[in-house]
């Protein structure tokens, strides 16, 4: 999965760079070397799956699962 593909996936769930790290347990700033132009950093392929298989309502219902957890 190329970079642009995966901030394609992020739209598509309507969840940002950040919001999504912090789901899947990794910092934003190392999703966001995935996601640069430049010498990204290999995307792993259980983030690929995931894009790929969540829908943006498993999204939101996970967020706000995350979110209650913190509280």
Avoid: N, Y
């Avoid at 593909?5 to 990794?26: D, N």
Wanted: hydrophobic share 45%.
């Amino acid at each position: 999965m190329t970079p642009d593909q995966a901030r394609a996936h992020l739209e598509r769930l309507e969840i940002s760079q950040q919001a999504f790290a912090r789901l899947v347990g990794i910092s934003p700033q190392h999703f966001r070397k995935m996601l640069r132009q430049v010498e990204p950093l290999e995307i792993p392929r259980a983030v690929e799956l995931l894009l790929r298989l969540l829908t943006p309502a498993k999204v939101r219902r996970l967020v706000r699962e995350l979110e209650a957890d913190s509280e």
